[in-house]
């Protein structure tokens, strides 16, 4: 059911968020938010399972655990949903300046 999503070739991390559970996940990614334009997001799950939803969509686009991170798209609306022992992590991309 998850679509295909990848990175682009020349994407370039420069930031990670820590390491998040159901305790301490700010309330901003539990509700509807984006990434700027140009800045892609690989959401990385240690444990547990996290539910990616698009705004607007009432099942999930991906559940996510730890055999596969998920590509989050520049500019695209979504919340997630948390399993009780989840842990996880987003690290951020662009792509370098031409």
């Known amino acids: 059911m998850t679509e295909q999503r990848s990175l682009p ?11 998040f559970t159901n305790e301490t996940v700010p309330d901003k ?5 984006d990434l700027q334009a140009g800045t892609w997001g690989l959401l ?8 990616f939803f698009r705004k607007g969509d009432e099942a ?9 991170p998920f590509v989050i798209l520049p500019e ?19 792509r370098p300046k031409s």
């Open 60 to 68: 999930p686009l991906a559940v996510i655990s730890s055999e596969k």
């Open 29 to 33: 990614i539990l509700n509807h938010h």
């Open 9 to 19: 070739d020349d994407a370039e991390a420069y930031g990670k968020t820590p390491v």
């Open 76 to 94: 695209e609306v979504h919340y997630v949903r948390l399993s009780e022992d989840a842990k996880f992590f987003v690290t951020f991309y662009k």
């Open 44 to 51: 990385t799950v240690e444990s547990g399972t996290v539910s």
